[in-house]
């Protein structure tokens, strides 16, 4: 019962991250809240792989919605005995956690790219990466963040919310590994037990 309710909270707090990683995805759409830059398509390209919206949102919604569902006590009759059921729904619950750890490690690796490649932004020289041969060194040097000219401040628009999108991400991961590693050890250590029934032999 006691693992049932930590995995009931595990899952929502995978809805929580999900739905704040939808949100800060969609504000990197809009710097400063306007919407004319990416009408035009004036964005960093990294914001198009929908990393927050669909991997770590949509995809982990549904991710966390079926942990859930395999957490309530009605499921555990698929097969003929209880200890099958419970490893059947352990054994899914697994798998589907396995695919938030990819889902949410898209979103990581995608948000780390976009925040070491810099926005896209106008300079003295046009619209380009004024940051991208930096290889990240702009992080940590604000006083060249002014070649960027517009959108104003896109430089830590983008910083704060990427660096966002990758706290959330991170922390999916964890909570999906805490899941995989729990239900792993119910099977192989024994927290239910072998397959094979008395009286099958």
Same mark, same amino acid.
């Given at each position: 019962m006691g693992s049932r309710k930590c995995g009931g909270c595990l899952s929502g707090l995978l809805i929580l991250l999900a739905l704040w990683s939808i949100i800060v995805?969609?504000?990197?759409?809009?710097?400063?809240?306007?919407?004319?830059?990416? =009408?035009?398509?004036?964005?960093?390209?990294?914001?198009?792989?929908?990393?927050?919206?669909?991997?770590?949102?949509?995809?982990?919604?549904?991710? $966390?919605?079926?942990?859930l569902?395999?957490?309530?006590? =009605?499921n555990y009759k698929c097969c003929q005995s209880e200890n099958c059921s419970k490893k059947y729904m352990t054994l899914l619950s697994m798998i589907f956690s396995a695919l938030g750890i990819a889902f949410s490690g898209y979103c990581l690796v995608i948000s780390a790219l976009g925040l070491v490649q810099g926005p896209y932004c106008r300079t003295l020289d046009g619209w380009e990466y004024a940051f991208e041969g930096t290889a990240g060194r702009f992080l940590t040097d604000s006083s060249i963040w002014t070649e960027c000219l517009e959108p104003a401040h896109v430089v830590e628009w983008n910083i704060i919310l990427f660096s966002?999108?990758? $706290?959330?991400?991170?922390?999916?991961?964890?909570?999906?590994?805490?899941?995989?590693?729990?239900?792993?050890?119910?099977?192989?250590?024994?927290?239910?037990?072998?397959?094979?029934?008395?009286?099958?032999?």
């Open positions: 995805n969609i504000l990197l759409y809009f710097p400063n809240g306007q919407t004319s830059y990416a =009408s035009s398509n004036k964005l960093t390209n990294y914001v198009w792989y929908f990393e927050g919206i669909c991997f770590s949102g949509i995809m982990m919604l549904i991710v $966390a919605a079926v942990l569902v395999l957490e309530n006590d =009605s966002i999108l990758i $706290a959330l991400s991170a922390l999916q991961v964890i909570v999906c590994l805490i899941r995989v590693v729990t239900q792993l050890s119910k099977i192989l250590c024994g927290t239910y037990s072998v397959i094979i029934q008395p009286g099958i032999i």
